[in-house]
């Protein structure tokens, strides 16, 4: 097929959309490591990791073998109210950075939620809705999650209880509005409502939070209230599990054009976006099928690939939740409060980790000030105002198509554009401001955590 | 074709497009009056229509008879980056209301801009650029059509100056970020830096300004500067033009599964979205080939077309602009601070005016309250959280959907959601807190404005 034929925005039909999600899991070699209970160190069983999460919930993150999972119908239409999302050919951008190479992005950003976040919500919400459960509890960073998950319990009649970290509360009461209009009940975090806040609290007493808190706390409010568990919108291998939809999608669009992409470009925080776009690519390249360059990139702020650890570690400050294997800046470390971009988890997903260990997938990480400035030429070119994490995917993308320039290579580049960035412009206008600088965490400070780190094994 | 073969979302193939506007005006027996020179009160020339619009877009401002306007390659590529927007079939919202109705929506929120307004911008500032232009002026006031000016200018290289209502720039900062992303230069209105918001200002010292005043210095800018040409978002013939795009997508997709609405609803403030949803079925009701119902819908806190006068009045509080023959308020008419809901001008699209006056469409007025009601509804049954302006479509399409459940008929609906509300959260949280309340102007208000018209013939 000729290239002149492939459309600015490729749609998939209904028919094509994906009915399983795909479990990475079960093609890599070296599974990711299990999740240890933090008071025996012995790996979590289902039964104790029931009384935190929903059952059907339990089982796809226990599951490294089946590579399959059914949608169930009622995940399938909800997903065909705001999917398939469009692959989209941005002839714009490569005009104008006059590159040679083919540059695609998936662009999660068209729901209400802003993001790919919705993805996982809708599925999580619908496994606790069969359980016969009431509601569940959640944290929030930025609100994308947290307005997500607000939507599918919405949808479904579930009551959903959302910890957002106190300095986004404030910053952000324009999300938490939209949270309020889907009828959510939003709590600045940390808290008073929890026995975790309260101890925090009582610690750090002018601290505006982080996610680690709030996860202890929504946490501790799941397994504390009857009928109630606890969702997380990232990190965890049933969300990646989910968010394989990404992939899926763009894989089935990529292949009704016999395209293949050269290198794959994701942003990562705790890695939902990453691990679900790369999933059916990684796939292949596990089974020996095809090759991809894969790229995670981060923010230099957080790095948690690049600089990180692979260790075992907590996932939250209050140290409630199970450990987990993962490239790890430490349980207590946040980013300067000038980080404006999102992706603040100190954390990364098993899956991901493991396959960054085993040299499948690289890594960079970027500058906030780089980030912004691909931003805004990026809503400026191809006309989408982009998220500030999914920005970070962009400044790679186009660094990667500039090189295709000074090379002359036709590469083909995707990347994934996990959302918008209306409830951002706080940060825009720091930038337009001059006055976004970047924070880069020194080796002393990094040092500090480390040592931090539980000691395992 | 079987119902069930009907998709959530239809979208167009890129080949499938409109690759002409359509040009309703060619179709009507009795013409939309034509504008007025404000001191001879004879019809405005090409001539002194050109020192204010570019020339192109004169031509299709005055042409009455030609009905179809090829679309520019370049316009038709910008489109292809955020069109075709999607035909909705709102089967959760159908269900959720228990109704026979088969309701449609065509969703143009699904762009940077967040609302329709982009289609007549890009046409406009492709114009200006065609002629060699430096830039363009303009006024907005929520926000929506600033925002997609800004978009279009900076796609184009052009120079883009909106004033906006003092008091959206205040409550809406971020609305006013976007627009500087998009490297366009916003002044609150009235402001000192045209001679007629110094007068307006001298005058009403405490003022937070109006549409009708921005839109006084917009033009004074345009025309007192080398090289600029004023633009308008809404109102003018070339405006209902370009957003034909909008019912051509919508006419194409609907024949496509053989579908033939019955009723088509649209909000309506100056009469963009509205004229461009209608156009083609309203051509085929003026050709006499097929039959629909049209309904406008306003709200009754600026009720031009439900209990306003069909007459010539000013387009500004200024007095700068042409006079223009429609259902109007007074040019001095403000809905109260206390209307959160878009759709605040004092005046109605010519050719809708007329459409109206005709009895070819209907009218219908709804109270703020009764629209965020709606608006909340929606948003936790399909989804999408929709802008006030949409909104008053969506409170008249379920209105009509449930008189549909009562009488049992399974009419086919059709409304146009315009746009996202994600800068309108204030709005919102006036909703959710009860502090919004439905101010409806008297017949005293209403006829203190009336006697202040000007004396035309």
Redesign the interface.
């Known amino acids: 097929m000729s290239e002149k034929k492939i ?3 490729i ?1 998939l ?2 028919q094509e959309m994906p009915t399983a999600w795909y479990n990475l899991r079960a093609d890599m070699k070296n599974k990711p490591a299990p999740l240890l209970n933090p008071g025996t160190h012995q790996p979590m069983t289902a039964e104790e990791l029931g009384g935190v999460f929903c059952e059907e919930l339990v089982k796809q993150e226990l599951d490294n073998d089946t590579a399959y999972f059914d949608i169930p119908e009622d995940i399938r ?1 909800f997903y ?3 999917r398939p999302s469009p692959l989209v050919r941005a ?2 951008l490569e005009e104008k950075l006059k590159t040679p190479a083919k540059i695609y992005y998936k662009f999660e950003g ?3 939620s ?1 993001s790919h976040k919705l993805n996982s919500a809708i599925a999580q919400a619908y496994y606790a809705k069969k359980q016969g459960l009431k509601g569940v509890t959640t944290e929030t960073g930025a609100g994308q999650w947290g307005t997500a998950l607000s ?1 599918a319990c ?2 479904l009649g579930l009551d959903c209880k959302v910890y957002m970290v106190k300095c986004s509360y404030e910053q952000k ?2 999300r938490r ?2 949270m ?4 959510a009940s939003v709590t600045p975090s940390p808290s008073m409502e929890t026995e975790v806040g309260k101890k925090i609290l009582a610690e750090h007493p002018g601290t505006t939070g982080s996610l680690g808190c709030a996860i202890s706390e929504a946490v501790e409010k799941a397994v504390t209230n009857e009928g109630y568990r606890y969702v997380l919108g990232s990190v965890l291998n049933q969300v990646l599990l989910h968010q394989s939809v990404i992939g899926l999608e763009t894989k089935t669009a990529f292949d009704k054009y016999d395209i293949k992409p050269d290198v794959i470009i994701g942003c990562a925080g705790g890695g939902s976006n990453l691990g679900g776009l790369i999933a059916p690519f990684m796939g292949e390249k596990l089974r020996g099928e095809a090759d991809y360059r894969f790229i995670a990139v981060e923010p230099a702020s957080c790095p948690s690939l690049t600089r990180g650890t692979y260790a075992y570690d907590f996932c939250d400050t209050g140290m409630v939740c199970p450990l987990a294997k993962m490239y790890t800046l430490g349980s207590d470390f946040i980013p300067s409060a000038n980080h404006a971009g999102g992706l603040r988890y100190h954390g990364m997903s098993s899956i991901l980790s493991q396959l960054y260990d085993d040299g499948l997938m690289e890594a960079v990480s970027v500058k906030q000030t780089d980030v912004f400035e691909a931003a ?1 030429y990026f ?7 982009p998220a500030p994490e999914s920005s970070h995917a962009i400044r790679a993308a186009i660094d990667e198509a500039v090189k295709c320039r000074e090379t002359g290579e036709a590469k083909t580049i995707l990347f994934g554009l996990t959302g ?1 960035g ?2 951002d ?2 940060a ?2 720091k930038f ?1 401001d001059g006055q976004m600088d970047d924070y880069i965490p020194t080796d002393e400070d990094l040092a500090k955590y480390r040592e931090m780190l539980p000691k395992i094994d």
Chains 1, 2 share one sequence.
């Open positions: 459309p600015y925005k749609y039909e209904e239409n065909k109210m705001y002839y714009c068209n729901n209400t802003g939507m919405s949808y009461p324009f509005e939209v309020r209009t889907y009828g805004e809503a400026r070119v191809e006309g989408i105002l918008t209306y409830f412009m706080v825009y206008e337009h």
